[in-house]
Nanobody
Framework: VPLVESGGGSVQAGGSLKLSCEVP????????IGWFRQAPGKEREEISC??????YYKDLAKGRFTTSRDIAKNIVYLQMNSLKPEDTAVYFC???WGCGGFYRYESWGQGTQVTVSS
């Protein structure tokens, strides 16, 4: 499954960014799309997952990040508000057959860099 992230960049603390994950497949609605991030020297963190039947957020995202999807455009979004320097990382999207621990992410995008300055 091809996935292409975009929308990363540099922003000051307190600012916002909206990331996009394009999934150009005919059966987009069948997938769960997860957002992840990885900062230098740190392990990859899961942020959220959205599918036809589910949407959940990990604690790091609650209150500041919002995930949504546009079925007509085959795009999943990650809206990030009130950004902090500790949000600096490479952000990835990934595809699975659903959301939740039962499903394994099998395809990954190339990532997009987000840098938040203080």
């Amino acid at each position: 499954v091809p996935l292409v992230e975009s929308g990363g960049g540099s922003v000051q603390a307190g600012g916002s960014l909206k990331l996009s994950c394009e999934v150009p497949v005919y059966n987009f609605d069948e997938y769960g799309i997860g957002w992840f991030r990885q900062a230098p020297g740190k392990e990859r963190e899961e942020i959220s997952c959205i599918s036809r039947d589910d949407l959940y957020y990990k604690d790091l995202a609650k209150g500041r990040f919002t995930t949504s999807r546009d079925i007509a455009k085959n795009i999943v979004y990650l809206q990030m508000n009130s950004l902090k320097p500790e949000d600096t990382a490479v952000y990835f999207c990934a595809a699975a057959w659903g959301c939740g621990g039962f499903y394994r992410y099998e395809s990954w995008g190339q990532g997009t860099q987000v840098t938040v300055s203080s």
